[in-house]
C-alpha cells in the first residue's frame, strides 16, 4: 500500500478541516445527504460532472472519516444507501456558510473564473 513521504501537519485545525473537505465533490455529497439516505446512482445522477469512480472513492474517504455511514441490503443485486452521521451533521454549518457565500458573490466569481 501507498504510504505519504511527507507527514500531514495537523498542528493547525484549518488543516484538519481542510484534509476532512479535500475533495471536488464531499462538499455536495453532504448537501445532498441532508435529504437522508440516499443510494450512489441518486448523488451520481445529482452531482453533474462526478464520474462513479471518484465519487466512490470520495464516499469512502467520507465513511472513513466517520462522516458518513453506509447501509448494505441484502439481495440481489445488493442495495446500498448513505447517509449522514451526527459528527457529519457538524460539517453542515461549513457547507451552507460556503453556499450562503457563493451565493452572494456569484456574478463577480463567474465573471472571474471564467477568464481563469
Given at each position: 500500500?501507498?504510504q505519504?513521504?511527507?507527514?500531514?501537519?495537523?498542528?493547525c485545525?484549518?488543516?484538519l478541516?481542510?484534509?476532512?473537505l479535500n475533495?471536488?465533490?464531499?462538499?455536495?455529497?453532504?448537501?445532498c445527504?441532508?435529504?437522508?439516505?440516499?443510494r450512489?446512482?441518486?448523488?451520481?445522477?445529482?452531482?453533474?460532472?462526478?464520474?462513479r469512480?471518484?465519487?466512490?472513492?470520495?464516499?469512502?474517504?467520507?465513511?472513513?472519516?466517520g462522516?458518513i455511514?453506509?447501509?448494505?441490503?441484502?439481495?440481489?443485486?445488493?442495495?446500498?444507501?448513505?447517509?449522514?452521521?451526527?459528527?457529519?451533521?457538524?460539517?453542515?454549518?461549513?457547507?451552507?456558510?460556503?453556499?450562503?457565500?457563493?451565493?452572494?458573490?456569484?456574478?463577480?466569481?463567474?465573471?472571474?473564473?471564467?477568464?481563469?
Amino acid at each position: 500500500m501507498y504510504q505519504k513521504k511527507i507527514p500531514k501537519p495537523f498542528d493547525c485545525a484549518i488543516l484538519l478541516t481542510k484534509e476532512v473537505l479535500n475533495g471536488k465533490w464531499k462538499t455536495s455529497i453532504l448537501y445532498c445527504l441532508v435529504q437522508g439516505p440516499l443510494r450512489p446512482s441518486f448523488l451520481l445522477h445529482h452531482i453533474p460532472g462526478a464520474s462513479r469512480r471518484v465519487l466512490n472513492v470520495q464516499l469512502n474517504e467520507m465513511e472513513r472519516h466517520g462522516l458518513i455511514g453506509k447501509t448494505v441490503y441484502a439481495g440481489l443485486p445488493l442495495k446500498v444507501e448513505y447517509y449522514l452521521t451526527d459528527f457529519g451533521r457538524t460539517l453542515l454549518p461549513i457547507v451552507e456558510a460556503m453556499t450562503e457565500w457563493g451565493e452572494v458573490h456569484r456574478a463577480r466569481l463567474e465573471q472571474v473564473l471564467e477568464s481563469c
